[in-house]
């Protein structure tokens, strides 16, 4: 997998800017950090590529998730609806909010109950996407998850 993961690899990532809402300081920060994350160490596979590197446009569409990806030989754009995720990102969310809440003034115990829920709803939403790009991008758990972020990211309203 060594060799896939330096020819198979996302090189840039940007969201569409029109898709953006305002954001908090610490949903900012999560959507910058999962960019250079995602940029650092990623698994990034479509279809049919002879390889990469790749870059990636993220936006939303008529109520479905695009995803523009150029490369060498290769200028793709998937539409995955948006309907599979709406239950896992609003949970996702509602946990976020009560985690962010927890940090300014609960216990250590109440913090990290909220953290392995999050995760856990964080994993459950990655393992989707896999299922959802499935034929279309291979991705390791890791890339998914920071994607994952990112989709969150164009639902995120200040």
């Known amino acids: ?36 994350d995602l940029i650092e160490d990623n698994y990034f596979q479509p279809e049919g590529a002879a390889g990469g590197p790749y870059d990636l446009k993220i936006a939303l569409a008529e109520n479905r998730l695009g995803l523009h990806i150029t490369g060498p030989d290769l200028d793709v754009t998937h539409l995955l609806s948006l309907s599979p995720f709406r239950g896992v990102i609003r949970d996702y969310f509602m946990i976020c909010e ?19 829920g999050r995760r856990g709803l964080h994993n459950e939403g990655s393992t989707l996407l896999q299922a959802r790009l499935e034929g279309k991008v291979k991705t390791d758990l890791d890339t998914a998850r920071r994607l994952f972020t990112l989709i969150c990211a164009l639902h995120w309203r200040g």
Request: hydrophobic letters at 35%; proline letters at 2%; a negative charge.
């Open 1 to 36: 997998m060594t060799d896939d993961r330096a020819l198979h690899r996302l090189k840039t990532v940007e969201l569409d800017e029109e898709s953006l809402g305002a954001v908090s300081r610490d949903q900012e920060q999560e959507r910058q950090i999962a960019i250079f």
């Open 98 to 116: 009560s985690y962010y809440q927890a940090i300014r003034n609960s216990t250590p115990a109440q913090i990290e109950a909220l953290d392995m």
